[in-house]
Every structure is written in C-alpha cells, then in structure tokens.
C-alpha cells in the first residue's frame, strides 16, 4: 500500500522560510516521481514541484522558480520541499504526491485527478 506522510507546515511570517518534508513507503522509490501540490482557499490544486526520484530531476512552474527548492531526503524514502521568501499568497494545504510519470514536468502539469497517491496535506499559513 502507497503511503505518504507530510509533516513541517505551520505558520509563519512574509518574507520566511518553512521545509516540509514526505515520507513514502509502500512502492520502490526510484520507480516513480515525488511531488507537492497545494490547494489554497476557493481555488484548484496546482502542482508546484516536482522531482523524478531516478535522477533527481525536477520542474517548477515559473510562479514558484527561484523560491522553492525539491530534493531527496537525507532520510530514506523521503523528499523534502524548502520554501523561502513566502507571501501570503502562499497560504494552502500543500500535499505530497506520488506517481509513477514519466518526468517531473509531466507530474506537475498533470490534471490532479489523474495522480493516484495523495498525502493527507499540510496547512501552511503566510501572515502578512
């Protein structure tokens, strides 16, 4: 059975920085690709990172380059996201997913109803 546990969010101020982090199982995990969407108030998931497990590659949409950061874990079976310089806007239930695509890019502009393998989301909170 596909597990994936988020653990990280929270709140924090304009302008900070919060890690998040997933922890899978169930699956051999250099077969498929990690990722995090989020879903902020009244609006649709989007996918914001992603990373192919295989050979670290990774996609970001252009809204998020040069903010956030998606890599392996130093704990097995694990994939963390760093988000600095957050905003308000930022403020979501961010969820970590699982698929086995072809590459990151694929992962993260897939329709959300297709990726099977769905967290059970963290709050991340962006005071002004």
């Known amino acids: 059975e596909v597990k994936l546990v988020e653990s990280g969010g929270g709140l924090v101020q304009a302008g900070g920085s919060l890690r998040l982090s997933c922890a899978a199982s169930?699956?051999?995990?250099?077969?498929?690709?990690l990722g995090w969407f989020r879903q902020a108030p009244g609006k649709g998931r989007e996918g914001i990172s992603c990373?192919?497990?295989?050979?670290?590659?990774?996609y970001y949409p252009d809204s998020i380059k040069g903010r956030f950061t998606i890599s392996k874990g130093d704990v097995k079976n694990t994939v963390d996201l760093q988000m600095n310089s957050l905003t308000p806007e930022d403020t979501a239930v961010y969820y970590c997913?699982?698929?086995?695509?072809?590459?990151?890019?694929?992962?993260?502009?897939?329709?959300?109803?297709?990726?099977?393998?769905w967290g059970q989301g963290t709050q991340v909170t962006v005071s002004s």
């Open positions: 990373i192919r497990n295989s050979d670290r590659s990774t």
């Open positions: 169930g699956f051999i995990f250099d077969d498929y690709v």
């Open positions: 997913v699982a698929d086995p695509t072809t590459t990151a890019q694929a992962m993260c502009t897939m329709t959300p109803d297709y990726l099977g393998h």
